[in-house]
């Protein structure tokens, strides 16, 4: 009877116990350090002060003009293949659209009537020389970019284009269409290589009968822009 006394005593004296620490926890009896631990907010790590820097906006040159020259072959359809040279004028409308004037010379040889004949000729010394004026619209269908080397890049572009003009040619002047495509790598942000191959169609009756003469020309040229 009295070992289950101690055992009843026991249990109350801890159930008690229990009940107070519960009790001072509910009315914020709780040790002070405990309480201010959970009442202040944790301290600032991280200092959000940045310094502004200045920046100055660099003013572009947006080198619209392109201006060179270039040299090359041309064939003269029945009068053969002769040295080109000549000079252009690019504006750039859009990065794709330009308008480009040209200038160049070829000088014909002799055809193969010339030759066999043993002195015949069609056309004059002075007529040979071959001059041609155009003006021109381009489209630039593959812009992209070269590496060479490691950190390397240039720009490049692949372009369509066509265009009128007159050619003066066997003493007269001749109304022309000309097409073809080029390919532009800049060597520098203002100094340019092209290689060209372009086709000068005109009519032509030297020979008895009219027909479209077909005279292409490859060359290769520098320009600057501006």
């Given at each position: ?10 249990m ?37 002060e ?10 572009i ?6 201006i ?5 072959l ?49 056309i ?12 021109n ?42 097409v ?17 191959f ?29």
């Amino acid at each position: 009877m009295e070992s289950r006394f101690r055992v009843l005593f026991l249990m109350t004296t801890a159930i008690g116990l229990s009940g107070c620490a519960a009790t001072k926890n509910l009315f914020g009896w709780g040790e002070p350090a405990a309480r201010s631990s959970l009442s202040e907010p944790p301290g600032q790590v991280i200092d959000p002060e940045v310094e502004r820097r200045e920046i100055k906006e660099p003013a572009i040159d947006r080198e619209d003009f392109e201006i060179g020259a270039f040299a090359g072959l041309m064939n003269i359809e029945d009068f053969g293949t002769d040295l080109v040279y000549g000079v252009r004028f690019a504006y750039h409308v859009t990065e794709g659209f330009f308008v480009e004037a040209t200038a160049g010379h070829s000088r014909a040889g002799l055809t193969s009537f010339e030759v066999l004949s043993g002195g015949a000729r069609l056309i004059s010394d002075s007529e040979r020389d071959l001059y041609y004026y155009n003006l021109n619209v381009g489209y630039n269908v593959l812009p992209g970019e070269v590496f060479i080397g490691e950190g390397r890049a240039y720009n490049t572009s692949l372009y369509l284009i066509a265009g009128l003009g007159s050619t003066e040619f066997a003493g007269d002047d001749r109304f022309t269409v000309n097409v073809g495509l080029g390919y532009r790598f800049l060597l520098t942000d203002s100094i340019a290589l092209h290689v060209d191959f372009r086709d000068h169609l005109y009519d032509i009756d030297l020979l008895g009968e009219e027909k479209t003469a077909h005279n292409p020309e490859g060359h290769i040229g520098f320009t600057v822009f501006f």
